[in-house]
């Protein structure tokens, strides 16, 4: 695909630089492309609060590394993953105060018309006291017709995903869930294939968190409702259980 990814310092901080080999084939970079583009609308602009400090190149820079030329590169400082650390290094306060932080951040991206579309742990990170997201090479228009190719990750898939429907808010919610309960139990569910998956999240994921977390029990299961139209989707809501159930 001729896409890179660099680590690199400046002073005492850590940076990723990500790129796209100037020769790639056009289908093969527009996930990237589709990063970029949506960098490069805060460019001149405020950022929202949920994207890291970042540097996008103009189209008529090229950098050379290693005997490579690219003209479209990202860079963004090196930030822990926001899940990084166990629960147990949190209160229930605190755990609270960090689930909103993400809804809030999640929020923000539908307001501007989005679904991340991509949802995984490792994709939200901690910056200045802050949670960020990143990777947005799956970004889509809340309201853009269903693509035609399934780009998603078994794991996090909403069930009406495999029945062949469009990523909604929804779905995106369903990941979020995915990620939260297996933070919250520090378990990660398995499967084998593609078609375990499918009977996992259709069928037969059941939310059991321990018992100092059972507090967290009905966002949970607001968000992981195996039928969408039962789902959860309104984050007002989700921000008034999520306050309550521990109050």
Not at 172 to 189: M, N
Request: glycine residues 4%; hydrophobic residues 45%; contains cysteine.
């Amino acid at each position: 695909m001729g896409r890179r990814l660099f680590q690199f310092q400046q002073g005492q901080s850590l940076y990723w630089l990500k790129a796209q080999q100037m020769d790639a084939h056009p289908q093969l970079s527009a996930g990237f492309c589709r990063e970029l583009d949506f960098y490069r609308q805060f460019q001149q602009a405020d950022a929202p609060d949920f994207l890291l400090p970042f540097y996008c190149a103009q189209n008529t820079e090229i950098l050379r590394i290693q005997q490579e030329s690219f003209q479209d590169y990202l860079i963004v400082p090196d930030a822990p993953a926001f899940f990084a650390l166990a629960p147990s290094q949190f209160s229930l306060s605190q755990i609270q105060t960090r689930l909103l932080q993400v809804l809030d951040s999640l929020e923000q991206l539908t307001r501007l018309g989005y679904l991340h579309a991509d949802l995984k742990a490792e994709h939200w990170r901690e910056w200045a006291g802050q949670v960020k997201l990143i990777d947005f090479e799956q970004l889509q228009a809340i309201n853009a017709p269903a693509a035609s190719d399934m780009t998603a990750t078994p794991r996090y898939m909403a069930p009406e995903l495999f029945h062949g429907e469009a990523k909604t808010l929804a779905s995106d919610l369903y990941a979020l869930g995915i990620i939260v309960y297996e933070w919250l139990t520090q378990r990660r569910l398995q499967a084998k294939s593609y078609q375990d998956w499918a009977y996992l999240h259709c069928q037969q994921l059941k939310i059991e968190l321990p018992a100092a977390y059972l507090g967290f029990q009905d966002l949970l299961e607001a968000m992981l409702n195996k039928q969408k139209s039962q789902r959860e989707v309104s984050f007002l809501a989700l921000k008034t259980l999520l306050s309550t159930e521990n109050a």
